[in-house]
């Protein structure tokens, strides 16, 4: 061990960060499978809308459809941003 190993970057462990990067595609694409062509492009378009009026990231907009019954249910689901008392006024 030499005096300035410590300035040296730690290997990182990229197999565990692969896996769970993996993990997450995967999870995303069993929610989506299935699911109409045109739900990201609502979902888009949707957020460009609400940007004109709110602040939120991509990630604020869930859209799915769901299947209650015979019928399918367009679920729209947006986490708008925490706003404090002296923002608004």
Same mark, same amino acid.
Request: charged content about 35%; cysteine-free.
């Given at each position: 061990m030499g005096i300035f190993d410590?300035?040296? &970057? =730690?290997? =990182?462990?990229t197999a565990n960060i692969a896996k769970e990067r993996l993990r997450i595609i995967v999870a995303q694409e069993r929610t989506h499978r299935? &699911?109409?062509d045109y739900?990201?492009?609502?979902?888009?378009?949707l957020l460009e809308v609400i940007? =004109?009026?709110?602040? +939120?990231?991509f990630? &604020?907009? =869930?859209v799915d459809l769901v299947k209650d019954g015979e019928?399918? +249910?367009l679920d729209i689901s947006v986490?708008?941003?925490e706003t404090r008392l002296s923002d608004s006024q």
């Open positions: 410590f300035l040296r &970057a =730690k290997p =990182k462990a299935g &699911a109409p739900l990201p492009l609502l979902r888009r378009e940007r =004109k009026y709110v602040n +939120v990231d990630d &604020a907009v =869930k019928h399918e +249910v986490a708008l941003p």
